[in-house]
């Protein structure tokens, strides 16, 4: 089936909540072997782990900072010595400070853009030297470099320079059949949608409701796939309509 994940070794750097979460679930469902890493919540990771094992399925959490290209190296070994080679790598932690361009600070800049390009670029460095041929590298960023919000100037900055970073990747890899592709999803329930937005996210969509992790998390599980395999460079809009 285009869809099964069956023999398939996964690595999904940011999950133990919300869309990351959700995407191990989806692939572990699928049939991969799925590793995943962690910065703080070590308990939303084990429940995680205990929840799949629960399932029949297995998965392994590592603790990693994006932030940290160290870490990133590591954790990618730490996977591969696990799995053994990888066939699927997502890249969906980020890092989001809410303020006015004006206000942001250097350190501001450094922490969002350290995480979320910086490590981002050095995760999809790691991937592009070690995906079996004819693998799958997808990245998450946000509809949000589409629809100029206030406040997050930083963070759509950094998500702009990783929207490139994949672009620019699917054209170097698309010799060896690796497809490089982005999901940029629109206002999901997460602990990122603040309360306050909510009515307004709802009513910006065309099928009226905010999205769940499970919806983007099975874009993708789809890109992960072999129905996908002619979709390369790409950045889809799992935003019910939002943009």
Excluded: H
């Excluded at 303020?99 to 999809?124: I, Q, R």
């Excluded at 930083?154 to 698309?174: D, H, N, P, T, W």
């Amino acid at each position: 089936m285009d869809n099964d994940l069956s023999g398939k070794n996964a690595l999904v750097i940011g999950g133990s909540r919300g869309i990351g979460r959700a995407v191990v679930e989806d692939l572990a469902a699928a049939g991969a072997a799925v590793a995943f890493s962690y910065v703080n919540n070590k308990e939303a990771a084990a429940t995680v782990v205990a929840e799949l094992a629960a399932d029949g399925r297995t998965a392994t959490a590592y603790r990693a900072d994006l932030g940290d290209v160290a870490e990133v190296r590591g954790l990618f070994a730490q996977a591969e010595d696990e799995l053994g080679p990888l066939d699927i790598v997502v890249a969906n932690a980020a890092l989001a400070i809410m303020k006015p361009l004006a206000e942001c600070t250097e350190e501001d800049y450094d922490n969002v853009f350290g995480t979320n390009a910086k490590g981002t670029f050095f995760a999809l460095q790691e991937a592009a030297r070690r995906v079996r041929d004819g693998g799958r590298i997808i990245t998450v960023s946000t509809g949000g470099t589409q629809m100029w919000f206030t406040d997050l100037s930083l963070y759509l900055g950094s998500k702009g320079a990783v929207e490139q970073f994949s672009r620019v990747l699917s054209r170097e890899l698309g010799p060896r059949g690796v497809t490089v592709n982005v999901v940029s999803p629109g206002f999901t329930d997460t602990d990122l949608l603040p309360d306050r937005d909510r009515a307004v996210a709802e009513s910006m969509s065309a099928l009226g409701r905010v999205g769940a992790p499970q919806d983007v998390a099975a874009v993708v599980a789809y890109l992960a796939s072999d129905a996908a395999r002619w979709l390369t460079g790409q950045n889809l809009a799992a935003a019910g309509g939002v943009f």
